[in-house]
């Protein structure tokens, strides 16, 4: 196991034994006393405080009493009925409830009341706390949290079709925020005060939400404030009424409240949570939490209760109550921020949580790392891992994907984690959305100062800002010099395309040919040169179309296998800087030990293939077969020596050495006693526009059966854009391959082909399934016309 | 072959081969310097090698050719590139302007000539050079073919190496009125019986009476009457082809 892996291991084992240690120790810890001032109700059961009868909150505290009959604890609960959220905190405080519901912003502006200490106020002045409370009503108080539960949305709803900007226009119009003495009202309080505005600015009506929600419906109100769950039926009726719609939260105000109450935090209406919604609306929200109080040292629960509390409401959580809001138990991250402490049992019970949460991530980790280790273990074992060789720090500076990959995860990790932290108090990074795109700003040197509001985020965007531009630069650098070479070696394509090895100046010509019209093949070229190669050859290089130049090594396998040989066409060695012998061993290496076919092929057989499968290649065009390992058809310019000396011997399966010198004595010696041929030897070799070419194209079923003799008539008499002369005919196998690989096995390609070609055949021959005629043609298209006319 | 060199002891073997088959039995073999005259033979065909020490730009040179080597009676000469020397394509050059001032008033023999640079081809224009030869070329269309057809290859490989030949034919007087598809639907045999193709006609002749010209496929209703003789593709060994010469002893 490695260094890394056995860290992780340890690490988990850590985590695992500290888990079950302290897991129990802490179910095991006592109260410190028994709850204060218990109402004669059977022991163990706690007064909870919910709402008014038949409300949200009294339903919830239903919902609880039953889960915790559900869930295998002691504990049970009493449920009150009550004003809400203010009544809620005020009966905490005096000890007439044990728990009890209160949206947030009202729980943590009791908190700050109670901070304050007992400072009686005097007699008529008021308090400026929310639900007005006082410090000395909230003193020897501390307010703890069990738990979180949901969420509450401020929902600005006004009559259609009016559109709000700004509150201050409301003037007189008869409004409405809320119920007296609900947490919705006193929420209401506070984004009026973002606004600038008092309830006393505004002319709001004193009547409960279902008058409320009638008058809107009859169009007596212009404005509605309501703090409830997203998705409210009430809501939702009144918007398919089409006599009201939502109006976003203005984002001066969201601004302002998150600045002074940060015991909201930002949220989005998402489009379609109502009747014809169709586009997310920018509010705040609040979280409902559960509370309890610690008076006078003493707490009102004990941790176990706490933790049955905690219980219960995971219970539903995990089995929604019908007409209830969905439960999501939470203790962290449900505002901007949450002053209010937990209580020690609900400390212990997200401790715990933490340390599972972290744990299953590790031990996730730790299996993916393992897994990724075995995964490696098996491909590299397969061979169809690549060769840790053939990559190289140039090639990848060279690489502008590279520098682009960089700069799309350097944006996306910089959208998570900027979401993560801002996502609740920053209005311009509501959504993921919103973030990738300030991120995107960002990284190309974009941004608005003004943007992020948190200063981890902002060092986050001053980074994402530097590394951005260094890759954006490295991108256009890459790109430029891509271009500048005029070599698109991201579309590089490496399969029937045919390898130039040992590239010399005076070769330009063969290149040339490969690129003259006629052949419909236009295969990619891959030139591999010496650092010998002057500067003007390699720039006429660069200007051919479809061509790949190399600065390798040829003699070295592990330098080709980039190349991968055993998917090309042809391979061609030449005479130069390098020995041809050296380069066909390297050749023979890259195909047989190092491509990541062979490597397969080697680990199934247990033995490396030192008899190389060779290729069946195609006579002529493309050949599609798989991607077995195999050696391809190379050609060696060969001197006269080479042959003699049998030289290239044990690779005559594969390798077609090619005397050119021998072959250029030929030539001569030939146009010494006839003038003519030299004239028409480069009429038939070189691809022009005006003279005709040889090719060989397959027979189509139809001829089969027919002899030579018939053939040539069908053929001499056919008119294209020139004629038709047919010389010959090609035994090919499989019509498109040039032999079967069998026949190399004892034998060589050249052997194989020149058996295969029969110029001039005997007229009475029998044209059979794989042939294919050797003709001059204008070009091979012209061919190939002809063939499919005469075939019908 | 004048500037002959050991390094192309190659070209001897081949000019034995070929040769015979046209009733040519002598090679002459130039080099520069000094060095005795030897003779020995290859297949057959005398091969002589002596050297002239004169430099191919003096005034003596055209001589010595004419006195050393009687040029002008020579059937072809081949001029190498000079080993040894810069620039090896002006000293060819040189060479074959003292060729053409030996031949003087006389037709004199068909020069080829090999040079190392593809740019220096045109140097040699009103020289008498009926072909100039650049290798570079010769490899780049057999490696070239090898890549877009192996068969083709295969048969470019074959016709350079006497498997196969390119002859010309005298148009039958049967034919004269008719069209190149008549000709080659027509002689499908040579004197041996054995297959034969008729791929080009010869639109012309040189001074020496071949066949220059020549267009290979020229269409299956060019008018034979306009030619002056057929291009035929035969195979086999030369030897084999009896009543038939290649090149223009077989023409009209």
Same mark, same amino acid.
């Given at each position: 196991?490695?260094?890394?892996?056995?860290?992780?291991?340890?690490?988990?084992?850590?985590?695992?034994?500290?888990?079950?240690?302290? =897991?129990?120790?802490?179910?095991?810890?006592?109260?410190?006393?028994?709850?204060?001032?218990?109402?004669?109700?059977?022991?163990?059961?706690?007064?909870?405080?919910?709402?008014?009868?038949?409300?949200?909150?009294?339903?919830?505290?239903?919902?609880?009493?039953?889960?915790?009959?559900?869930?295998?604890?002691?504990?049970?609960?009493?449920?009150?009925?009550?004003?809400?959220?203010?009544?809620?905190?005020?009966?905490?405080?005096?000890?007439?409830?044990?728990?009890?519901?209160?949206?947030?912003?009202?729980?943590?502006?009791?908190?700050?009341?109670?901070?304050?200490?007992?400072?009686?106020?005097?007699?008529?002045?008021?308090?400026?706390?929310?639900?007005?409370?006082?410090?000395?009503?909230?003193?020897?108080?501390?307010?703890?949290?069990?738990?979180?539960?949901?969420?509450?949305?401020?929902?600005?709803?006004?009559?259609?079709?009016?559109?709000?900007?700004?509150?201050?226009?409301?003037?007189?119009?008869?409004?409405?925020?809320?119920?007296?003495?609900?947490?919705?009202?006193?929420?209401?309080?506070?984004?009026?005060?973002?606004?600038?505005?008092?309830?006393?600015?505004?002319?709001?009506?004193?009547?409960?939400?279902?008058?409320?929600?009638?008058?809107?419906?009859?169009?007596?109100?212009?404005?509605?404030?309501?703090?409830?769950?997203?998705?409210?039926?009430?809501?939702?009726?009144?918007?398919?009424?089409?006599?009201?719609?939502?109006?976003?939260?203005?984002?001066?105000?969201?601004?302002?409240?998150?600045?002074?109450?940060?015991?909201?935090?930002?949220?989005?209406?998402?489009?379609?949570?109502?009747?014809?919604?169709?586009?997310?609306?920018?509010?705040?929200?609040?979280?409902?939490?559960?509370? =309890?109080?610690?008076?006078?040292?003493?707490?009102?629960?004990?941790?176990?209760?706490?933790?049955?509390?905690?219980?219960?409401?995971?219970?539903?959580?995990?089995?929604?109550?019908?007409?209830?809001?969905?439960?999501?138990?939470?203790?962290?991250?449900?505002?901007?921020?949450?002053?209010?402490?937990?209580?020690?049992?609900?400390?212990?019970?997200?401790?715990?949580?933490?340390?599972?949460?972290?744990?299953?991530?590790?031990?996730?980790?730790?299996?993916?790392?393992?897994?990724?280790?075995?995964?490696?273990?098996?491909?590299?074992?397969?061979?169809?891992?690549?060769?840790?060789?053939?990559?190289?720090?140039?090639?990848?500076?060279?690489?502008?994907?590279?520098?682009?990959?960089?700069?799309?995860?350097?944006?996306?990790?910089?959208?998570?984690?900027?979401?993560?932290?801002?996502?609740?108090?920053?209005?311009?990074?509501?959504?993921?959305?919103?973030?990738?795109?300030?991120?995107?700003?960002?990284?190309?040197?974009?941004?608005?100062?003004?943007?992020?509001?948190?200063?981890?985020?902002?060092?986050?965007?001053?980074?994402?800002?530097?590394? @951005?531009?260094?890759?954006?630069?490295?991108?256009?650098?890459?790109?430029?010099?891509?271009?500048?070479?005029?070599?698109?070696?991201?579309?590089?394509?490496?399969?029937?395309?045919?390898?130039?090895?040992?590239?010399?100046?005076?070769?330009?010509?063969?290149?040339?040919?490969?690129?003259?019209?006629?052949?419909?093949?236009?295969?990619?070229?891959?030139?591999?040169?010496?650092?010998?190669?002057?500067?003007?050859?390699?720039?006429?290089?660069?200007?051919?179309?479809?061509?790949?130049?190399?600065?390798?090594?040829?003699?070295?396998?592990?330098?080709?296998?980039?190349?991968?040989?055993?998917?090309?066409?042809?391979?061609?060695?030449?005479?130069?800087?390098?020995?041809?012998?050296?380069?066909?061993?390297?050749?023979?290496?890259?195909?047989?030990?190092?491509?990541?076919?062979?490597?397969?092929?080697?680990?199934?057989?247990?033995?490396?293939?030192?008899? #190389?499968?060779?290729?069946?290649?195609?006579?002529?065009?493309?050949?599609?077969?798989?991607?077995?390992?195999?050696?391809?058809?190379?050609?060696?310019?060969?001197?006269?020596?080479?042959?003699?000396?049998?030289?290239?011997?044990?690779?005559?399966?594969?390798?077609?050495?090619?005397? %050119?010198?021998?072959?250029?004595?030929?030539?001569?010696?030939?146009?010494?006693?006839?003038?003519?041929?030299?004239?028409?030897?480069?009429?038939?070799?070189?691809?022009?526009?005006?003279?005709?070419?040889?090719?060989?194209?397959?027979?189509?079923?139809?001829?089969? @059966?027919?002899?030579?003799?018939?053939?040539?008539?069908?053929?001499?008499?056919?008119?294209?854009?020139?004629?038709?002369?047919?010389?010959?005919?090609?035994?090919?196998?499989?019509?498109?391959?040039?032999?079967?690989?069998?026949?190399?096995?004892?034998?060589?390609?050249?052997?194989?082909?020149?058996?295969?070609?029969?110029?001039?055949?005997?007229?009475?021959?029998?044209?059979?399934?794989?042939?294919?005629?050797?003709?001059?043609?204008?070009?091979?298209?012209?061919?190939?016309?002809?063939?499919?006319?005469?075939?019908? | 072959?004048?500037?002959?060199? #050991?390094?192309?002891?190659?070209?001897?073997?081949?000019?034995?081969?070929?040769?015979?088959?046209?009733?040519?039995?002598?090679?002459?073999?130039?080099?520069?310097?000094? %060095?005795?005259?030897?003779?020995?033979?290859?297949?057959?065909?005398?091969?002589?090698?002596?050297?002239?020490?004169?430099?191919?730009?003096?005034?003596?040179?055209?001589?010595?050719?004419?006195?050393?080597?009687?040029?002008?009676?020579?059937?072809?000469?081949?001029?190498?590139?000079?080993?040894?020397?810069?620039?090896?394509?002006?000293?060819?050059?040189?060479?074959?302007?003292?060729?053409?001032?030996?031949?003087?008033?006389?037709?004199?023999?068909?020069?080829?000539?090999?040079?190392?640079?593809?740019?220096?081809?045109?140097?040699?224009?009103?020289?008498?050079?009926?072909?100039?030869?650049?290798?570079?070329?010769?490899?780049?269309?057999?490696?070239?073919?090898?890549?877009?057809?192996?068969?083709?290859?295969?048969?470019?490989?074959?016709?350079?190496?006497?498997?196969?030949?390119?002859?010309?034919?005298?148009?039958?007087?049967?034919?004269?009125?008719?069209?190149?598809?008549? %000709?080659?639907?027509?002689?499908?045999?040579?004197?041996?019986?054995?297959?034969?193709?008729?791929?080009?006609?010869?639109?012309?002749?040189?001074?020496?009476?071949?066949?220059?010209?020549?267009?290979?496929?020229?269409?299956?209703?060019?008018?034979?009457?306009?030619?002056?003789?057929?291009?035929?593709?035969?195979?086999?060994?030369?030897?084999?082809?009896?009543?038939?010469?290649?090149?223009?002893?077989?023409?009209?």
């Amino acid at each position: 196991m490695s260094r890394p892996a056995k860290l992780a291991a340890l690490l988990v084992a850590v985590l695992v034994v500290w888990i079950t240690w302290w =897991t129990p120790v802490a179910r095991a810890q006592d109260p410190a006393a028994e709850p204060a001032e218990l109402a004669p109700l059977p022991a163990g059961t706690i007064r909870f405080g919910a709402g008014s009868k038949g409300g949200g909150f009294s339903q919830t505290g239903d919902a609880l009493a039953d889960a915790l009959a559900q869930v295998d604890v002691s504990t049970r609960i009493h449920v009150e009925n009550t004003g809400g959220s203010c009544d809620n905190v005020r009966k905490l405080a005096r000890g007439e409830v044990d728990a009890a519901l209160v949206q947030y912003d009202v729980a943590a502006e009791a908190f700050a009341a109670s901070a304050v200490g007992d400072h009686a106020l005097e007699d008529g002045a008021q308090s400026g706390w929310m639900c007005e409370l006082s410090s000395a009503e909230l003193a020897g108080v501390e307010l703890q949290l069990v738990a979180a539960i949901d969420d509450s949305a401020v929902h600005v709803i006004v009559r259609r079709p009016v559109r709000l900007d700004d509150f201050s226009s409301v003037g007189d119009r008869p409004i409405f925020v809320g119920q007296l003495g609900s947490g919705s009202m006193e929420t209401s309080k506070v984004i009026l005060g973002a606004a600038g505005l008092t309830l006393d600015d505004v002319n709001s009506l004193p009547i409960k939400n279902k008058a409320a929600m009638a008058a809107m419906q009859n169009g007596e109100l212009l404005m509605m404030l309501r703090t409830t769950e997203i998705g409210d039926d009430a809501i939702a009726g009144l918007l398919a009424s089409g006599m009201a719609g939502l109006n976003a939260l203005p984002s001066s105000v969201i601004e302002r409240l998150i600045d002074g109450f940060p015991y909201y935090r930002i949220c989005q209406i998402d489009a379609h949570s109502y009747p014809g919604l169709e586009f997310g609306v920018p509010s705040v929200c609040v979280s409902t939490v559960v509370l =309890t109080a610690r008076r006078d040292g003493v707490d009102a629960l004990s941790d176990a209760q706490v933790q049955d509390l905690i219980a219960g409401l995971r219970w539903i959580e995990h089995n929604p109550v019908e007409g209830l809001p969905p439960v999501a138990v939470r203790w962290r991250d449900f505002a901007e921020r949450e002053p209010v402490p937990l209580h020690p049992g609900a400390g212990l019970t997200e401790r715990r949580d933490f340390a599972i949460y972290w744990a299953k991530v590790f031990a996730a980790l730790a299996l993916a790392a393992g897994l990724l280790v075995l995964l490696r273990r098996f491909l590299r074992r397969k061979g169809l891992l690549g060769n840790p060789l053939s990559g190289n720090l140039e090639g990848q500076l060279s690489n502008p994907l590279v520098p682009f990959a960089g700069f799309l995860l350097i944006v996306v990790a910089a959208t998570i984690v900027v979401w993560n932290l801002e996502h609740d108090s920053n209005a311009r990074v509501r959504t993921l959305n919103d973030s990738f795109w300030e991120m995107n700003m960002f990284a190309t040197g974009n941004f608005d100062s003004e943007s992020l509001k948190t200063s981890t985020a902002r060092v986050i965007g001053a980074a994402a800002t530097i590394a @951005g531009l260094g890759l954006l630069a490295w991108f256009t650098a890459a790109l430029t010099s891509i271009l500048s070479r005029d070599q698109m070696r991201l579309f590089r394509r490496l399969r029937n395309h045919i390898v130039i090895l040992n590239f010399r100046e005076e070769m330009l010509q063969l290149v040339r040919v490969l690129r003259s019209p006629g052949p419909l093949r236009q295969r990619s070229i891959h030139v591999v040169v010496s650092d010998t190669l002057p500067p003007r050859v390699r720039q006429q290089l660069t200007k051919v179309r479809g061509l790949t130049i190399y600065q390798q090594n040829p003699e070295v396998p592990e330098d080709l296998v980039d190349l991968r040989l055993p998917r090309a066409a042809r391979v061609i060695v030449l005479q130069g800087g390098y020995h041809p012998l050296r380069i066909a061993r390297a050749v023979h290496h890259a195909c047989v030990r190092l491509d990541p076919g062979a490597r397969l092929e080697a680990s199934k057989h247990a033995a490396l293939g030192v008899s #190389p499968s060779v290729h069946s290649p195609a006579l002529a065009g493309d050949d599609a077969r798989g991607a077995r390992a195999t050696v391809p058809v190379t050609l060696v310019e060969a001197t006269n020596g080479d042959a003699a000396d049998g030289l290239f011997d044990p690779f005559s399966r594969w390798l077609v050495p090619v005397p %050119a010198r021998q072959l250029a004595d030929a030539w001569l010696a030939t146009a010494c006693v006839d003038p003519t041929f030299g004239e028409l030897f480069n009429d038939i070799v070189s691809f022009r526009d005006d003279n005709s070419e040889l090719y060989t194209v397959e027979l189509s079923e139809s001829f089969h @059966g027919k002899t030579w003799r018939e053939l040539r008539k069908l053929l001499f008499t056919a008119q294209g854009r020139a004629g038709i002369v047919p010389i010959g005919l090609y035994r090919g196998h499989q019509g498109r391959l040039a032999y079967e690989a069998s026949d190399v096995q004892d034998s060589s390609p050249q052997a194989a082909i020149a058996r295969r070609l029969r110029v001039n055949p005997p007229l009475h021959t029998v044209l059979s399934a794989g042939d294919r005629v050797l003709a001059f043609a204008e070009d091979e298209a012209d061919l190939r016309k002809v063939l499919n006319r005469r075939s019908k | 072959m004048l500037h002959w060199s #050991p390094a192309s002891a190659g070209l001897i073997d081949e000019l034995a081969r070929t040769i015979t088959s046209v009733g040519v039995n002598r090679i002459t073999c130039v080099r520069d310097g000094n %060095a005795p005259l030897t003779t020995h033979h290859v297949q057959g065909v005398e091969v002589r090698t002596l050297a002239i020490d004169v430099k191919p730009g003096s005034d003596a040179y055209p001589g010595r050719l004419v006195s050393d080597v009687d040029i002008v009676a020579a059937r072809s000469v081949i001029v190498l590139p000079r080993a040894g020397v810069d620039e090896p394509d002006s000293a060819s050059r040189l060479t074959c302007a003292a060729i053409r001032r030996a031949c003087g008033d006389e037709v004199g023999p068909n020069v080829l000539v090999e040079i190392e640079d593809p740019e220096a081809a045109f140097e040699f224009v009103g020289l008498g050079v009926s072909n100039v030869f650049y290798p570079g070329h010769l490899r780049a269309a057999l490696l070239g073919q090898a890549c877009v057809d192996l068969g083709v290859f295969q048969f470019i490989v074959g016709l350079l190496s006497g498997r196969h030949h390119v002859r010309s034919l005298a148009i039958p007087e049967d034919l004269r009125a008719g069209s190149f598809a008549d %000709a080659a639907l027509t002689l499908e045999c040579d004197s041996a019986g054995r297959a034969m193709t008729v791929i080009g006609v010869a639109k012309g002749r040189g001074e020496g009476g071949q066949p220059i010209d020549v267009v290979v496929n020229p269409g299956p209703r060019t008018r034979l009457s306009e030619c002056v003789c057929l291009m035929v593709l035969v195979s086999g060994d030369e030897q084999d082809q009896a009543g038939e010469q290649p090149g223009m002893q077989v023409g009209a």
